[in-house]
């Protein structure tokens, strides 16, 4: 399995940004992507996740009700459509992938970065 993720830019607090993971090879139902964000001087956390089959999207806190995951299948690729962007979400942003049935996440895109400037 392979990623890409991108979209990431440079965008004033407020404005709205589409990161997109491009994925390649396995992409069965019940394997998920999820969105992590890593700022300056910062560990790495989670923010999003979604199964292929879309049967559930789960979001942390801190992004809840401004973000939003979507999915195309047939172009094995996951959207983290970003809302009413603050400053406190800059960061570069990977996606990885959880196999199904596997104990984490397996493999992970390279990180596209998004700056949000106040």
């Known amino acids: 399995v392979q990623l890409q993720a991108y979209g990431g830019g440079l965008v004033q607090a407020g404005d ?54 979507s999915r195309d299948n047939a172009k094995k690729t996951v959207y983290l459509q970003m809302d009413s962007l603050k400053p406190e979400d800059t960061a570069l942003y990977y996606c990885g992938t959880w196999l199904a049935g596997s104990a984490g996440y397996d493999y992970w895109g390279q990180g596209t970065l998004v700056t949000v400037s106040s």
Request: hydrophobic share 40%; charged share 20%.
């Open 16 to 69: 709205s940004l589409r990161l997109s993971c491009a994925a390649s090879g396995r992409t069965f139902s019940n394997d998920a992507v999820g969105w992590f964000r890593q700022a300056p001087g910062k560990e790495r956390e989670f923010v999003a996740a979604i199964t292929w089959s879309g049967g559930g999207a789960y979001y942390a806190d801190s992004v809840k009700g401004r973000f939003t995951l």
